[in-house]
């Protein structure tokens, strides 16, 4: 025969307020989460992906209940963290919080798994920032013009730090076709190494997020020269830089969507269940006004769009793959 333990008045009212809080789980929950949740981050912790996915995770775990976990993983460019996910059991508590440069990494040989085969994509967060053209505020250039002549005039001699095979390497190749300027392009790996590097005059210049750029500028370490996007307009956090479109390098765009991913097989309701917490979480006010804040706002992508909105930007990564040379 079991004993069971005598509980205290108090006891039973905290289990009482337990069984309450467990009851507040939102419905569309559906058994997800089961446990404790983990957010795998392809970057160094002090990036923009990695500031972003820790607000989320934090609001996550205080409406479902559960711990949410953002696991750092930068290892190989990011093909750790994917092939972690990849082969992860496909029961939605092994997530991983990238963006849409894990398209460039598979049409460049970096990531030999297929994003749109090997994956369950259970919600995509269109990005509403851009990436910065940055130098070290001492650099003797001031704008985007100065930067190109040089490199035209000294060809393979200014380094522009990027991570081979992401983003930053489509951006930065878009960036010598249309500008007819020779970078000597290195890989100073995720946006964190890059500004290490580039405060120490490692590299000469970067490809680096923008939000996570400012607060460099403010402090008198970095300038920016240009910001790249997905439109030709202007970063409203920037308002007084132009983007390199601006320029009068009309093809140099580049969007990103954050993508929130599990292993392929996952269940339909499980997947369904994700797209619901993060939609939820993207309706939050203060949700929206600490990314607005970080000056990243995201914006959750309806649910029927997510997946021809996923193939069309796989499209359009794999010519200009191709184009730039950049496939294996």
Do not use: C
């Amino acid at each position: 025969m079991t004993n069971y333990p005598i509980l205290s008045r108090r006891a039973l009212l905290a289990l009482g307020t337990g069984a309450a809080m467990m009851a507040a789980v939102p419905a569309f929950a559906n058994g997800w989460p089961d446990g404790a949740v983990q957010l795998v981050v392809p970057a160094r912790s002090g990036g923009g992906t990695d500031a972003a996915a820790r607000i989320i995770a934090a609001a996550l775990q205080k409406k479902l209940g559960q711990p949410f976990v953002v696991v750092n993983n930068p290892g190989g460019g990011g093909v750790v963290a994917a092939e972690t996910v990849r082969t992860a059991a496909p029961d939605g508590q092994t997530l991983l919080f990238f963006h849409s440069g894990i398209l460039a990494m598979h049409h460049t040989g970096a990531l030999e798994a297929n994003p749109l085969k090997d994956f369950t994509t259970a919600a995509a967060l269109a990005v509403g920032s851009t990436y910065a053209l940055a130098v070290a505020a001492d650099s003797p250039w001031k704008n985007v013009a100065d930067l190109v002549a040089a490199a035209k005039e000294k060809p393979n001699s200014i380094s522009l730090g990027i991570q081979t095979g992401g983003t930053t390497h489509f951006m930065a190749g878009l960036l010598m076709m249309d500008s007819g300027a020779e970078f000597r392009v290195v890989d100073a790996g995720g946006d964190a190494d890059k500004l290490v590097q580039l405060q120490g005059h490692q590299i000469d210049a970067a490809l680096i997020n923008t939000a996570g750029t400012l607060q460099y500028v403010q402090s008198g370490a970095l300038r920016i020269l240009g910001t790249i996007g997905g439109e030709p307009a202007r970063d409203p956090s920037t308002p007084d830089v132009p983007s390199i479109a601006e320029h009068g390098y009309e093809n140099v765009l580049y969007g990103l969507d954050f993508l929130i991913m599990g292993p392929v097989g996952m269940d339909a309701d499980k997947t369904q269940a994700i797209y619901d917490a993060f939609a939820s979480i993207m309706a939050e006010p203060d949700i929206k006004t600490q990314l607005e804040t970080m000056h990243m706002p995201l914006s959750i992508v309806p649910a029927d769009q997510t997946r021809s909105r996923l193939e069309a930007a796989d499209t359009r990564v794999a010519t200009t793959a191709k184009l730039l040379g950049l496939t294996n």
